[in-house]
């Protein structure tokens, strides 16, 4: 059956729970406030105001004209230089939201059994010039196609549906590395003008993460990752659990292979050294193609408004070799389909074994990427995540750091506030914190009631897919 409410549970008209300590920025921002003096000068007053812009300004007017509008205690020159002048440690910043995401997540594993997933993906930030930091024609995931944007490599803790993002870097495309004089223009650090691969930043912010004791049960990253064997090389080395997506024309052995260079056959021509194995390869979407429906297992990934959400899944031990060791690591590879007559087909590599997890298991760690990209859109939807206008790199990174210390207050109203609306999305913590920090109760109470329809509705079809199962 499809998820259902008990009847006590189900979306009533009730008042917010405007006195709720978590409610209260403040108490969030306690944690930090330390971080936000250099030397004499403590800035915390405006890093307040700039949470509470980001808060209160809808999509696209998340810079500082419309938080000028909308936060007027503070004027135009203090926030430009709170985030392009003051040198307030921003590595210092994403540390703290680490540990107090690693903290919160750590709680809701606790509650639910959940594993907690350590999320790599990069997301692009669309921008028009050439000033921007790092700025250049790559590809966009957000437009689907080659764009002129920044690109972030992110790092996010999962638990069920919950995301935080905790950690992230700019991508400096070679262009940038190659150019001293917009690096100077950009305020570049010195430290930073070294070309790094996404992979490559990936595994660094892993490595980070580990040091910092921010716990987790697996990695998880799409194709870009999984088929780095850089990077996948590095989590073996330092024994990491992970499921990375790899792309469908990856290579295997299905068996052991012996890795050598061929036995000279003639005394003319040059010895051979190009390794090869003894067994052929295959792709693994031709291996796919290959399955019968039984070797497929139907499991359970995650419910939904529409009911809850199957998959095919299906695990192997496979052998694949990167072209350059001396012999092929083992890996199971996981393939997921969805339940569809022209189904959704994805494909992953893990160190892990198929003794080691079920194939429900390992289907949940490839899907859970999911709720990642569902984080991205709060990120940018309702913090403005992408809706900066700053161009230097100490800007970049202050208004990153600001949205990824929102982005995890956002998630804890919303989880104070799950027993009494247990429908309630990150848009609707954002509203229920509007109300309570902005608003006089005529609109409070139209906010309120405005989001327990939307409550009604989602009810309302959890209701009907659960009896139509």
Known sequence: ?????????????????????????????SG?????????????????????????????HTNIERMVEMIPEIEYHQYHHFLSESNWDYAAVNKRTASGAAAFIGSLRAESGKPTGFIIDESSHLKKG?????????YAGVAGKVENCQTGVYAALCNGSTVCITDTQLFLPQSWIDSPERCDKAGIPQKDRVFQTKPQI????????????????????DGLYGHNTELTHGLDAEKLFYVLDIHKDEKVYLGKPAIAAPERKSTKGK?????????????????????????????????????????????????????????????????????EPNPQIKYSFSN????GYTKKEYAYFQCNRYWVERGFDDAKNELGLSGYQVRKWNAWQHHQSLVMMAML???????????????????????????????DKQTEDLLRNQMIKRHQKRQSDIDRHAMSD
């Open 202 to 221: 990936a595994l660094k912010m892993i490595r980070n993460a580990v040091s910092q004791g921010v716990k987790f049960d697996w990695i998880g990253g």
């Open 409 to 439: 207050y956002m998630a804890q109203v919303k989880n104070e506030n799950k027993q009494e609306f247990p429908l309630m999305s990150m848009r609707d913590a954002r509203i229920m914190i509007i109300a309570s920090l902005f608003s």
């Open 32 to 60: 930090y406030i330390d971080l936000f003096t250099v030397y004499r000068r403590n800035s915390t007053a405006v890093a307040r105001s700039y949470l509470r812009g980001l808060l209160k300004c809808e999509k696209n």
């Open 1 to 29: 059956m499809g998820q259902r409410l008990s009847d006590k549970k189900k979306c009533r008209k009730t008042t917010y729970k405007v006195d709720n300590k978590a409610i209260k920025l403040d108490i969030f921002l």
């Open 130 to 138: 050439r000033s921007s930091v790092g700025v250049a024609r790559q």
């Open 352 to 355: 892990g074994t198929t003794a």
């Open 271 to 339: 010895t051979p050294v190009q390794k090869k194995g003894d067994k052929p390869q295959i792709r693994v979407d031709k291996y796919q193609e290959s399955l019968t429906e039984s070797q497929w297992e139907k499991v359970l990934v995650r419910n939904t408004a529409k009911g809850p959400k199957y998959v095919f899944a299906h695990t192997v031990a496979v052998w694949h070799w990167d072209g350059k060791e001396d012999a092929a690591r083992p890996r199971t590879l996981v393939i997921t389909k969805t339940c």
